[in-house]
């Protein structure tokens, strides 16, 4: 593991050094040269293709990333009917191996269903599938791109509920120095800063955020014991980033990521830790022959300790889950005229991930055995797909395929005294699929657009899934080596309408189809296995709108959504229930106020259906339907200060979370932060 470490430092220190040798270069050129020569490199990918449009996209600019309610990256992409984590609580108060996200009520375990990426580079879990959300800093954001419905392009086989693309702020929008200081009611603290000087016609970014607190309790008062904690967490990232021209047309981007993440849940001595790093080097080209050629290398770790509920000692120690996640794209888009945009390429993803476990006897603390396990997953893609633009008709078109394995898996059981129990190696096995997607964008009257599309799309069982057994107690679930691929089918159809200046709407009619989703099935009492079920259905209408008059904006989304499990034989008795952790309404609105240049204030709702803990429906799994009011202000000081205030749940909604027959956690109560932000340009 400190090999890797030290290799994707390597990387990212080469990188940026080789960022701020081209930048000087850029800058004692810049003086030589007249100012309409002047290289400008914008730090981002190549342009969305003219088809984008055709399938349901929601765009979160700047003011929406930096004004949200608790400054944190769940929160902002919460603005967005259908997209859900696992469960409903935030990365403060939940385990980090569960923060997968995924839209259209297509989750029900907690590895990711959607494909999120960060400057490009995929930022789930090697292992688990998850995401590192408390490493990802919207301050550091400057827009995010939500796609829903099955996924094309690069790396589109994670893609099988969407897609969420997030881009780094350059450095005229951040600012040559920029900072915020927050402190909420109960003590807790952000902090966070940043460097962004120019470097000719490049930038650099060094930035770093630390969040800290006590925490709220997730433990219901009358469910507590004298062994309940409060949710306590205490994470950190740093990131850097680089951006400088190597020639006219052509850009060099580095950037590097490193975190760490420590929470405690629901009992003292119930300890998770999340760390990360991150390397990658992208090249963008945008002469007459466009190209997009990135390289990345991750690091991963986690470990966790698991505490009885009835003796609150620990019964697991998840001391060691090592994850190493590795991959690249090259895409071309050839000059082919001005009616098409023509993208072609391939991409390639590696995970490896192994875990080391200790078991105890919950009343003696006795070590009762030992658990090692893991495996490698591999996804080679080559992908196709053509934008044709024929006056106000935009046809598109594309097609994957993907040679996905999975290798080198193993499960080894060990007595209390280190004696090999079972000893279990799976054999390797691989498949080619090919999956697709067509829509076309009609503007059929001024501002007026129909938009239809068609998709399929795949996602590999993660290691976890593949091989790691886990426990909420007191329910284990256990993995299972056999799973294979998850395969969706989906079409949607919708209606884009501009009917004045400053006002537009959206609505969205879709139908989606998981087969062989992987799912946490019930087996026995208090046990559960991930199994392939025939399939997970969803369909739906989804809705929103974008207001402005005057000073006053008003955003708004809406998701209704009937999901459903399709399964047979053992599994029938889940047939036509709702899959676990899938509300069937999510509404989010955002009202905001800006009666002055770095004035505003917002006021955000969020409605969230109920939904089930486990894959019965069980009455006593049920969290029910949540309401929650939240606040954001800011005002000028003076200079360069700004005042910054936040306001979470501010009715104190008591959020359900889990419930697990009865056993209930619940989410971050009202909240009051204050603080300030400053920012020089």
């Known amino acids: 593991m400190v090999k890797v470490m030290r290799g994707q430092s390597g990387i990212a220190g080469g990188a940026l050094a080789l960022v701020l040798a081209l930048g000087g270069q850029a800058a004692r050129a810049d003086t030589a040269e007249a100012p309409d020569t002047t290289i400008v490199v914008t730090g981002r990918g190549l342009a969305s293709a003219p088809a984008t449009p055709a399938y349901d996209v929601q765009v979160l600019d700047r003011d929406a990333i930096t004004g949200s309610v608790s400054g944190r990256i769940e929160d902002v992409l919460s603005n967005v009917a259908g997209f859900q984590q696992f469960r409903r609580s935030d990365s403060r108060s939940t385990n980090p191996s569960s923060q997968g996200v995924t839209l259209r009520a297509l989750g029900g375990n907690a590895a990711a269903r959607t494909l999120v990426l960060l400057d490009g580079v995929p930022m789930a879990d090697p292992m688990f599938g998850s995401v590192p959300l408390s490493a990802i800093a919207p301050e ?27 881009d780094s702020a350059d450095a005229r929008t951040l600012g040559r120095v920029s900072g915020e200081a927050m402190v909420d009611d109960r003590g807790e603290t952000v902090l966070s800063g940043g460097i962004a000087p120019q470097l000719g016609a490049g930038f650099a970014e060094v930035s770093g955020r630390w969040d800290h607190g006590a925490g709220f309790w997730t433990t219901p008062i009358d469910q507590r014991v004298p062994a309940s904690a409060k949710a306590a967490y205490d994470s950190w990232s740093v990131a850097a980033r680089g951006v400088a021209p190597v020639t006219d047309t052509i850009e060099l981007q580095a950037r590097a990521l490193a975190y760490d993440d420590h929470r405690t849940l629901r009992f003292a001595g119930a300890n998770s830790a999340s760390s990360g790093e991150d390397a990658s080097l992208r090249f963008v080209g945008r002469g007459p022959w466009q190209f997009d050629v990135l390289g990345y290398l991750q690091d991963r770790g986690f470990s966790n300790v698991v505490i009885s509920s009835t003796t609150f000692r620990p019964t697991l120690d998840q001391r060691r889950t090592p994850a190493t996640g590795m991959g690249g794209k090259i895409e071309i888009r050839p000059p082919v005229g001005d009616a098409h945009v023509l993208r072609m390429g391939g991409d390639w993803r590696r995970a490896i991930g192994d875990l080391s476990e200790v078991s105890y ?4 603390g006795a070590v009762t055995g030992y658990r090692r396990a893991g495996g490698v997953n591999d996804d080679l893609g080559l992908f196709a797909e053509d934008d044709w633009t024929l006056g106000g008709l935009t046809l598109t078109g594309g097609a994957r395929a993907d040679h996905t394995s999975i290798s080198d898996g193993y499960v080894t059981l060990q007595g209390a005294t280190g004696a090999v129990t079972s000893d279990n190696h799976y054999g390797a096995r691989a498949d080619w699929t090919v999956t697709g997607r067509g829509g076309a964008l009609l503007r059929v009257a001024q501002g007026v657009e129909l938009r239809g599309s068609a998709y399929s ?27 294979g ?3 969706l089918k989906g079409a949607e159809g919708g209606v884009d309408v501009t009917p004045m200046p400053g006002l537009k709407l959206s609505a969205t009619a879709f139908t989606n189809r998981v087969e062989h989703a992987i799912a946490n099935v019930t087996t026995g009492v ?24 005057g000073r006053f904006s008003l955003d708004g989304s809406l998701a209704l959504t009937d999901a459903v499990v399709e399964a047979s034989g053992a599994q029938a008795g889940i047939n036509g229930l709702r899959p676990a952790q899938t509300p069937k309404i999510a509404a989010s609105a955002t009202l905001n106020w800006r009666p002055a240049p770095r004035w505003q204030a917002a006021v955000s709702l969020r409605y969230l259906a109920s939904q089930y803990e486990d894959d019965l429906n069980s009455a006593n799994s049920l969290m029910p339907a949540a309401t929650t009011i939240g606040a954001f202000v800011q005002a000028p000081l003076g200079g360069t200060f700004t005042l910054v205030l936040r306001g979470e749940n501010l009715a104190n909604v008591s959020v359900v979370t889990r419930n697990q027959a009865g056993s209930i956690d619940i989410g971050t109560p009202r909240t009051i932060w204050a603080g300030v932000r400053v920012g020089l340009k």
């Open 361 to 364: 006897n919950s009343t003696t």
């Open 526 to 549: 208090n046990l559960r296995q991930r199994q392939n079920v025939d399939a997970i259905r969803a369909k739906g209408l989804e809705f929103a709108a974008s207001a402005t008059a």
């Open 485 to 487: 691929n998850e395969m």
């Open 140 to 166: 550091r954001l400057g827009a995010v791109r939500v796609t829903r419905g099955g996924g094309s392009g690069a790396f589109g086989s994670g893609a099988v509920a969407g897609t969420i693309e997030m």
């Open 457 to 483: 799309g795949l996602r590999q069982p993660t290691i976890n899934e593949l091989y790691r057994t886990f426990t909420v107690f007191p329910v284990t679930t256990n993995a299972n080596p056999a799973l």
